[in-house]
């Protein structure tokens, strides 16, 4: 699936490049989807080559799925602005205005033993970020049905 969002990748000044909405993204929009990229499986995530392990999402107990498009460079937010509908597709969970970065949860995919010390300053960041079995329920109940369908039945 092609999916038409203007959108730019450069750099953050803050954990390297991120990608920026270039118009309004209305919510519920679909942003990028990875299906058609290289899938890999291994036991653990962190089985995998470092830069596969950083930018490929996870999409089944043992597989991730890696992508040429813009979607590998998608930043994490405690409090993010988009979500999974599906097991690939990125879209916004609320409107993303022209400049805003877009960010998701990486726990709304992941769930092996990959993690990451969370910069994104919000107040009520988690810290530390890798596993769905970690996320607070409170956090699941505010995302409602944007967590992949591999981690949740929907
Ligand atoms: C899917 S990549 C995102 C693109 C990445 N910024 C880049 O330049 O390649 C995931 C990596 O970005 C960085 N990152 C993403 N969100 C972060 C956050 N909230 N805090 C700290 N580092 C973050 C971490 O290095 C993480 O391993
Ligand atoms: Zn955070």
């Known amino acids: 699936m092609i999916l038409n969002i203007d959108v730019e990748v450069r750099k953050t000044g803050k954990y390297g490049k991120g990608v920026f909405a270039k118009r309004n993204i209305e919510k519920g929009e679909l942003i990028f989807n990875w299906e058609g990229g290289k899938i890999y499986t291994a036991e653990k995530c962190l089985d ?7 930018h490929a999402i996870q999409f089944e107990e043992h597989k991730w799925i890696d992508t040429n498009g813009f979607g590998r ?3 994490h937010s405690c409090n993010p602005n988009s979500g999974f509908t599906g097991k690939f597709k990125l879209a916004a969970m609320r409107e993303i205005k022209k400049g805003e970065e877009i960010l998701w949860d990486y726990e709304m995919t ?3 033993n990959w993690k990451m010390n969370c910069k994104c300053g919000e107040k009520d960041c988690r810290k530390v970020i890798g596993a769905y079995n970690n996320m607070p329920e409170s956090v699941r109940q505010k995302y409602n049905r944007y967590i992949s369908t ?4 929907q």
Do not use: M, R
């Not at 995998?48 to 950083?54: F, G, H, R, S, V």
């Not at 591999?150 to 039945?153: E, F, I, P, R, T």
């Open 110 to 112: 992941e769930n092996s």
């Open 150 to 153: 591999w981690l949740v039945k």
């Open 48 to 54: 995998l080559p470092k830069e596969i392990a950083d």
């Open 73 to 75: 460079y998608a930043n």
